[in-house]
Nanobody, 127 residues
Framework: QVQLVESGGGLVQAGDSLRLSCAAS????????VGWFRQAPGKEREFVAA????????YYADSMKGRFTISRDNAENTVYLQMNSLEPEDTAVYYC????????????????????WGQGTQVTVSS
């Protein structure tokens, strides 16, 4: 019953920051873990970050560690992705999806485990 809408993307310069939002409708949002994925033209979908249902554990792709931070506010039914030190290589459409169970490890980046994907938000980073 969860529906997701991504927002916050835009055009920025290298080194700038953006904060993406994944807003959910439905009463059961807090029962889902949430993941951010991105896809650039000509490339496969790539894992970015994930967060457990309570927000107590967070997982990141290696290329995003130290630059991106995922967080959630269950009272507002929203998951955020703070993106710092953006690079042109970060240019992509960013999507969020949910999953019922997130234990951790490599499974956090398994896109097939997520569903209820939003429409995505475009992030473009110029050099």
């Amino acid at each position: 019953q969860v529906q997701l809408v991504e927002s916050g993307g835009g055009l920025v310069q290298a080194g700038d920051s953006l904060r993406l939002s994944c807003a959910a409708s439905g009463r059961a949002f807090s029962t889902y873990a949430v993941g951010w994925f991105r896809q650039a033209p000509g490339k496969e979908r790539e894992f970015v970050a994930a967060i457990t249902r309570s927000g107590d554990r967070r997982y990141y792709a290696d290329s995003m560690k130290g630059r991106f931070t995922i967080s959630r506010d269950n009272a507002e039914n929203t998951v955020y992705l703070q993106m710092n030190s953006l690079e042109p290589e970060d240019t992509a459409v960013y999507y969020c999806g949910v999953r019922r169970i997130l234990v951790g490890g490599s499974s956090a980046g398994d896109g097939s485990a997520y569903g209820n994907w939003g429409q995505g938000t475009q992030v473009t980073v110029s050099s």
